[in-house]
């Protein structure tokens, strides 16, 4: 059930970005790079002023390895693209799982070396996230694709 589940919103997704070219789409990543230097820059800077500037590296940190996921996914999203693999669901949910798990590892071990850089890490990696979906989502709502 649950991976039938997975599958569904897979397709869904698929089916989303297939709306957007790829000038789009490298808008939409330029957009969320910007945000989240802007967002990393004024962490750091705010942490820093409050007493937790090692928090605020975490956040830096976290957000570059959002947008080291991102640019990974694309690559690969590319890769599979090009090779004219009827079936690419496969491979690029065993590429994405493989790079979660990654960044999750590096995450807890973060945390339990250092709780504020790793706690700033965890924090990074979801606003870098939050980013990238809001931007997706303005895009797409811009283009008349989400009602």
Known sequence: MLEADQEEGMERLAALLEQL???????????TVFASVGVAVAALIVLSLVGYPLAGLGACIGLGLGLVNI?????TASRLNASGLAKIKRPMATNTLMRLSITTVVAIALVIVNLPLGMGVVGGVAVFYFLFVVSLVAMLLRRGAVT
Request: charged share 40%.
């Open 71 to 75: 640019r990974l996914v694309m690559a």
């Open 21 to 31: 070219d790829l000038p789009e789409i490298s808008r939409m990543l330029r957009r």
